[in-house]
Structures are given as C-alpha cells and as structure tokens.
Nanobody, 121 residues
Framework: QVQLVESGGGLVQVGGSLRLSCAASGSIGSINDMGWYRQAPGKQRELVASITSGGSTKYADSVKGRFTISRDNAKNTVYLQMNSLKPEDTAVYYC???????????????WGQGTQVTVSP
C-alpha cells in the first residue's frame, strides 16, 4: 500500500555534502514521525535523525551540527542534509516512517530500500 523511495546517496570525499531524500507514495492518510537510520557492515542499525509531524527534530550525538533533517508534508518527503562528512558516516542509510494509511486509524511502520553513502578519505 505504501512505499518509501530513497535517493541521493553516493560517493563523496571527506568534508563533502550529500542530500538524501525519501518520498512516500501510495494509499497515505497522514504521516507521523519520519527518520533516517544507518547501518555499516557488521554494526547495528542506528537512528541518525528523526522528525515529528510538527517538525520537532532529534539527532544522534555523532551527527549534531553536521546533519539536518527536514520534511515537506505536501510532498510526503523527508530529507537529510549531510555536511562535513566523515569516513565514519559511511553506511547504508534507510528512511523510516510511521504512516496512517487512508481509511485506517492505525499507524504502520515502513522502511525504504536503503541508499549507500560512502565517504572517502
């Protein structure tokens, strides 16, 4: 019913920037919290940043001051602006959203397919 499609990943040098986007489509009534997670090989998936439907944001300590999460509710899209990238930011980044499907009172959690971000020295 609902799909999250990510884009914007790629290869950048240390200190560079990338902007990830994640667009939700399908039978959507409304979207509550949205977030970005990342997972490096052999490591646990971690929450990078989250944003509520009202625009309140939270960030992992490791990315505070460098990353900015935002959303465009009219486009059902969440963004992650990543600046001053470091090699330790290298990971697969996943979009996540809590979605109330059209006609439903329940929230459903969805994941994007993941997009690779590689930061080279």
């Amino acid at each position: 019913q609902v799909q999250l499609v990510e884009s914007g990943g790629g290869l950048v040098q240390v200190g560079g920037s990338l902007r990830l986007s994640c667009a939700a489509s399908g039978s959507i009534g409304s979207i509550n919290d949205m977030g970005w997670y990342r997972q490096a090989p052999g490591k646990q998936r971690e929450l990078v940043a989250s944003i509520t439907s009202g625009g309140s944001t939270k960030y992992a300590d490791s990315v505070k001051g460098r990353f900015t999460i935002s959303r465009d509710n009219a486009k059902n899209t969440v963004y992650l602006q990543m600046n001053s990238l470091k090699p330790e930011d290298t990971a697969v980044y996943y979009c996540n959203a809590d979605v109330r499907r059209r006609g439903s009172v329940f929230l459903y959690n969805y994941w994007g397919q993941g997009t690779q971000v590689t930061v080279s020295p």
